[in-house]
């Protein structure tokens, strides 16, 4: 597996490549956080959309089924279901890797009544869980790890890490 570094340029290029792809227009966008809430952003910004809603999700890896369907998705926050119901939603995340996050928003928004369409910066095919599913837009299919230029400021494993600094009493 080959690391792809993006720069903010190759970011542009993805999202405005997807954003041409869009069945537009939307009632609201979901960004899952973390890794949609910067392509989610750009694209709402592009799209002059107001309604901007957020989505995190969490699933339990202690369960020995981490390659699974089989762990629960705990929603960390989500919007409530009046601002879904009766609406077309872009749900917007960086990647879709084994597909089990944006899965999970689509199943709950479709729960709540809501119409959504899953949007990716990139695909990995061939991990996805969900073999008869794919995103309705994507910019690029890819095996590789993707470096997001966000992702280098952040403070955990491998990247820069930021410890605070602390003023002095």
Do not use: C
């Not at 369907?69 to 872009?90: A, T």
């Amino acid at each position: 597996m080959r690391h792809i570094y993006l720069t903010w340029h190759d970011t542009e290029e993805l999202i405005a490549n997807l954003i041409f792809k869009l069945n537009t227009p939307y009632d609201a966008i979901i960004v899952i956080t973390r890794g949609g809430i910067i392509p989610g952003g750009m694209i709402a910004e592009a799209l002059k959309m107001k309604d901007v809603l957020t989505a995190a999700v969490l699933f339990s890896e202690d369960t020995g089924l981490q390659n699974s369907r089989v762990s629960w998705p705990r929603f960390l926050q989500f919007p409530s279901d009046p601002l879904l119901n009766g609406r077309k939603i872009l749900v917007v995340d960086n990647l879709w890797n084994r597909g089990r996050t944006i899965m999970a928003v689509k199943g709950r928004i479709e729960t709540a009544g809501g119409f959504p369409e899953l949007a990716v910066l990139h695909w990995k095919q061939d991990s996805s869980l969900f073999p008869d599913q794919e995103p309705d837009f994507y910019a690029a299919v890819t095996d590789d790890f993707i470096h997001y230029p966000w992702q280098r400021i952040d403070d955990s494993d491998y990247r820069i890490p930021a410890t605070p600094v602390m003023p002095l009493s």
